[in-house]
């Protein structure tokens, strides 16, 4: 078993629905980490956190510890937000990723 | 533009070829990784460099070869690779790896092993 789980594998939505990417983790962290991959195969980070919320335009990260559970959401989804989300546990330096999330958003 | 760079950003080599791999980033960042995202399976961390120090080898085959000369240009040195080493190699840096900084990834290169 992976030690970041992510869900869903896949996801394909509707331009304008909001969206919600889940990932499990069961290693201590500093820090949890949201990467965007676009096809090509470039990595941006979007969020880094260690508690509570972030918020960056129409994204939003949370992230509960004691569940070690932690959430992407994107609200009134594009096409341009098609991607691969990858959630990444930073456990004292050592990165550990998840398998990623393939989003596709239809026009 | 995350400010780290890789090339070549493509690259075929057979097996008995000898190649390498070069990052560069003039982000200030003292720490630079080497990834491998193979098809279908998570990023893998195959070697942390901090302040040109090698701190972590992730088991690593002997047939890849880092070098990190000063802590703006990481290499990646490739031979008799195999053709299960294909791959997309990443190298991403951070401020340091001794706290939880944010990584900067390049655009990867894509390795073609025939």
């Known amino acids: 078993k992976n030690e970041v789980e992510q869900s869903p594998q896949n996801l394909t939505a509707q331009e304008g629905e909001f969206i919600t990417i889940n990932c499990s983790y069961s290693?201590?962290?500093?820090?949890l980490h949201w990467l965007q991959q676009h096809p090509g195969g470039g990595i941006v980070s979007l969020f880094m956190l260690s508690s509570g919320k972030k918020k960056h335009g129409r994204l939003i990260a949370t992230i509960n510890i004691q569940e070690k559970h932690s959430s992407l959401h994107i609200t009134a989804s594009h096409p341009r937000d098609s991607a691969v989300y990858i959630c990444a546990a930073n456990s004292a330096g050592d990165m550990r990723f998840g398998a990623g999330t393939r989003l596709t958003v239809k026009p | 533009e995350t400010g780290v760079t890789q090339t070549p950003r493509h690259l075929v080599m057979g097996m008995t070829n000898k190649k390498s791999l070069k990052c560069e980033q003039h982000l200030g960042h003292n720490a630079m990784y080497w990834y491998k995202q193979s098809a279908k399976k998570p990023l893998e961390l195959m070697f942390v460099y901090n302040f040109k120090e090698q701190t972590e080898n992730n088991s690593v085959p002997s047939r890849f070869s880092p070098e990190c000369p000063n802590s703006s240009h990481l290499f990646l040195h490739l031979h008799t690779l195999q053709p299960e080493d294909s791959a997309l190699y990443l190298c991403?840096?951070?401020?340091?790896?001794?706290?939880?900084?944010?990584?900067?990834f390049g655009p990867g290169t894509r390795l073609t092993v025939t």
């Open positions: 991403a840096s951070s401020l340091s790896t001794s706290l939880s900084y944010e990584q900067y």
């Open positions: 290693v201590g962290i500093s820090a």
